[in-house]
């Protein structure tokens, strides 16, 4: 099987198309897509509390801290105790960063407008179907299962 028959092939190739735009359009705006995705990521009014922002972004706790630190001095968040929970922290967006949020909302939206208008839907609808089949078949853990049992 050729490398570009294969399914994780093709995920990871669009995939990395995307980020490559997106990339190039957070630079235009002295960003970068990760910090174009936090700032998504990050409630515009109530802040969100650090220790949720890198589940929702798949980031380990140093890679978060690296760019929490990196946002702060752009002067995109700042850092707020929760006014219930002490012990808690809370990300909250600049004025700054609500605009830079509206921004990467906009690249985002204007992005799935363009798919949209060029798939039409029925092919959207299972593009989406069998996308979380997969996600469904890698949840199971099973793929593997036998490759244990023999071993």
């Given at each position: 099987?050729?490398?570009?028959?294969?399914?994780?092939?093709?995920?990871?190739?669009?995939?990395?198309?995307?980020?490559?735009?997106?990339?190039?359009?957070?630079?235009?705006?002295?960003?970068?897509?990760?910090?174009?995705?936090?700032?998504?990521?990050?409630?515009?009014?109530?802040?969100?509390?650090?220790?949720?922002?890198?589940?929702?972004?798949?980031?380990?706790?140093r890679s978060l801290t690296r760019l929490l630190k990196s946002m702060e001095?752009?002067?995109?968040?700042?850092?707020?105790?929760?006014?219930?929970?002490?012990?808690?922290?809370?990300?909250?967006?600049?004025?700054?960063?609500?605009?830079?949020?509206?921004?990467?909302?906009?690249?985002?939206?204007?992005?799935?407008?363009?798919?949209?208008?060029?798939?039409?839907?029925e092919k959207l609808k299972y593009f989406f179907e069998v996308l979380q089949?997969?996600?469904?078949?890698?949840?199971?853990?099973?793929?593997?299962?036998?490759?244990?049992?023999?071993?």
């Amino acid at each position: 099987m050729k490398r570009e028959e294969t399914i994780d092939f093709n995920i990871k190739a669009a995939w990395h198309a995307i980020a490559r735009m997106y990339q190039q359009q957070a630079i235009k705006y002295g960003g970068t897509m990760s910090i174009g995705y936090a700032l998504l990521n990050i409630h515009g009014e109530q802040g969100t509390p650090a220790t949720k922002i890198g589940p929702m972004m798949g980031l380990e706790t140093r890679s978060l801290t690296r760019l929490l630190k990196s946002m702060e001095e752009k002067g995109l968040i700042y850092r707020q105790a929760d006014k219930t929970d002490k012990r808690s922290v809370r990300v909250m967006l600049t004025k700054e960063g609500k605009r830079r949020k509206e921004k990467a909302r906009e690249t985002v939206l204007r992005f799935n407008e363009a798919v949209r208008s060029e798939v039409p839907p029925e092919k959207l609808k299972y593009f989406f179907e069998v996308l979380q089949e997969i996600v469904r078949l890698i949840d199971r853990n099973e793929i593997f299962e036998r490759e244990k049992a023999t071993a």
